[in-house]
């Protein structure tokens, strides 16, 4: 069935997809008739802890523990548990935790949680008024939809096909392959990398590839990220609060690290798995056009993101226009909505926990933030980061943006992916395969730091000097006349005021 002239929404109304309704029906089915208990017992699991609780003026806690980081945690458990149902624990996890916070949370208010109080055409006018969840949810929610159709455009194209001519035979292409998503990850979005990794592997090693390589495509795309303010998310994010450019690119040592101990162990992994393919497939052209759709994708979603912080935007004008030239394969978002859903819900879950603050910037702080960041959404962490200031930003990009590497839910890139390899939405079996990933973020952490040092910068608010912030513990710190090199953080700290 061909599709003409369809305009923007159109792969987000169900009627306007093959066979959706059905497909959504099948699913529901499936889950009722073969997991209908364990989610019911899941379901009870959440309701539980509501049921100890009556409604009163303060927010109710076990013990220090506020109720919704337990709630978040079951749901958490839960996606690693139902590991082939994790759409419907993500949504039914969320519809629990709203009820809870409107409920029980006096403070709690669902319009200006997601859309602030900055009237919201003056936040469409100008990003420094956005306010509100409301933009992330919209940017994700536009990548993930954007970019699968952009990965399957890339695959179609005939580059992936021709391939094998260029890379050598054994571990070495992949290891190559690893490599170069790393350095595409550096200024494109990781979830855009992610893909047209992703993309290439199923073309290169004909369908088969291995789960611990699968979390090494992620963990590169992410590792790339994380030493451009251009490159991820958190990182742009600390650009537009201040923080110098070359304050986040020394986390390209601990990532450049991390890269080269998981890429030698993915790269045997899947040479051993299903080795590349040796030579190219025969009589394959290459369609231009849509190398010049994928390229306008990728240029949008850069422009957008540095003028408006929305490169969701720049990617679907591009989709629009690149309609003109090749037909869309909106069969894409069919495939990939589940996913982008589960993604938002978890998202939405993370900006619902009530964390107000973190413990004090170090080191040891920032390292925990890694594995934090692999169960929780890393962009409420930076956002909380930046308000206190005095991090080694550099240190924290490569933390939270690697961490999510961990975990095939820890980040944007890996939900994306696992949309094109959904048997490898196990938790267990992707740190079973991709143990690497984890020990090359601790390995590439204290790389840095024996290397580099814990050296904290300044943002908009926060000076590392003279601190403005009523209440900073760097305020009214003098600069020590006479001082060789850097001002020590801890002398600093250290000194009485």
Known sequence: MEYKNVFIFVPLNFKSIPDSKIYMKKCFRSLLMSNSKKLFMFTLALLSPLSLFAAGESVPSIGPVRL????????LLGVALFHKHTFWVAVTGLAVLLT????????????????????????????GLRQGEWGVLVNLLGLLLGFAILSKIFEESGVPDILPNFLPDDWKGPFILLIFVFILSSFLDNIAAALIGGAIAIVVFKKKVHVGYIAALVAASNAGGS????????????WIDGVSAFNVLHAYIAAGVALLFFSWFASHQQDRYQRIQKDATPNTRIDWIKIFNVALMLAGAIISNILYDMPALGVWIAIVIGAFFRKVP?????????????????????????VDDLPRASWITAFGLGFLSSVFDNIPLTKLCLEQGHFDWGMLA??????GSMIWFGSSAGVAITNKFPDD?????????GWHVVAAFIIGFFALLILKGWEPADNKEHKIINCPVPGCPMGKVPLKENLPGTV???????KPV
Do not use: N
């Open 68 to 75: 919704e980081f337990v709630l978040f945690g079951l749901i």
């Open 488 to 494: 020590s953080y801890l002398e600093l700290i250290k």
């Open 425 to 433: 939405r196990d938790v267990i079996k992707w740190v079973k395969g």
């Open 100 to 127: 809870f916070k409107l409920t029980f949370d006096p403070g709690f208010h669902l319009l200006e949680h997601l859309f602030g109080t900055t009237p919201f055409g003056e936040q469409l006018m100008d990003k």
């Open 330 to 354: 909106w069969k894409e978002v069919s495939g990939a909505i589940k996913g982008t859903i589960f993604l938002l819900s978890l998202v939405s879950c993370a900006s619902l926990m009530p």
């Open 398 to 403: 490569y933390s939270v943006g690697f961490g």
């Open 227 to 238: 030493g451009s303010v251009v490159g991820d998310t958190t990182t742009t994010m600390m």
